[in-house]
């Protein structure tokens, strides 16, 4: 899995933008079902002319269309909507349609993968309950949790929990949707003489997560994946860990407490 990804949320022009974001060295898309893009974003793939091998392709279910029969079903729309043969890696979008109903959808999209049409299965906004109802069922803990993450809004104990367990925590909301006024933010930005998108990526690449910055303008795009000609220093990195202000710090939906 390449370690930045590019969020395809509420982008209406995908193909453009994901044509794009592979011309600025991107190899990995996070889409979705319920994003409407999935198509898209297989167009732009099948007119990049890189190999469908060298890409990581990502899609969701979103909780209305949990369960086993539904699921399985929605694995294959995806595939088709794509055109592709395999999906990367398929979450479960969201917490909302209960135990038994999250449980199911699981199963289906395990069962997909043993069919080889998705490589691996994943969650996203799952907090540690919804996690621990899979380790108790005896099923594969997920190889994925996308969560909000930002200094603003850390979720420590998930990430804690996520990395005792081996799962890849993914970043949505990584450049806190262009929030970044914060003097902290913009000192630290001064001082690397870095765009403040850059310094919250940079952040989510050092704390060791899977960031999913999005855009649909070409300059911010190739910005947002200028990288690695810096670094940020320890005194950096404790400056913004200690914005984090806990669940008050989301800026989304971020639904980890879902019953």
């Known amino acids: 899995m390449p370690l930045l990804g590019f969020g395809v949320y509420q982008n209406y022009d995908a193909k453009s933008s994901v044509l794009e ?30 190999s469908r091998e060298d890409l990581f392709i990502t899609t969701k279910c979103v909780s209305k269309t949990h369960g086993y029969d539904s699921t399985i079903r929605g694995v294959d729309e995806s595939l ?16 909302f349609s209960g135990t038994e109903r999250r449980l199911a959808t699981y199963r289906a999209l395990l069962d997909a993968q043993k069919g080889g ?3 691996s299965v994943g969650v996203s906004n799952y907090g ?22 930002h200094p603003l809004c850390q979720q420590r104990a998930i990430v804690d929990y996520c990395r005792t367990h081996c799962i890849v925590v993914q970043a949505y909301c990584p ?10 933010i913009r000192a630290v930005s ?19 997560f899977v960031p999913l910055p999005k855009s649909a303008t070409p300059s911010r795009i190739h910005l947002n994946a200028n990288l690695y000609d810096f670094e940020l220093g320890p005194e950096d990195m404790e400056k913004l860990d200690s914005l984090d202000l806990g669940k008050a710090g989301a800026i989304s939906w971020n639904p980890v407490d879902a019953p």
């Open 190 to 208: 001064t001082k690397h003489g870095k765009d403040p998108a850059q310094i919250l990526i940079r952040w989510s690449l050092q704390k060791g």
């Open 128 to 149: 540690i309950k919804h996690l621990d109802e899979i380790k108790s069922a005896g099923l594969p803990m997920p190889a994925v949790n996308q969560i909000e993450l």
């Open 80 to 95: 088709a909507k794509f055109g592709f043969d395999y999906i990367d890696l398929f979450l479960i979008h969201d917490p």
């Open 117 to 119: 049409k998705i490589r």
């Open 21 to 50: 974001a592979f011309k600025a060295g991107y190899r990995h898309v996070d889409s979705a079902q319920a994003y409407k893009n999935e198509g898209a974003v297989g167009e732009a793939v099948r007119d990049s002319g890189i």
């Open 175 to 184: 450049i806190i949707r262009g929030q970044v006024d914060h003097s902290v």
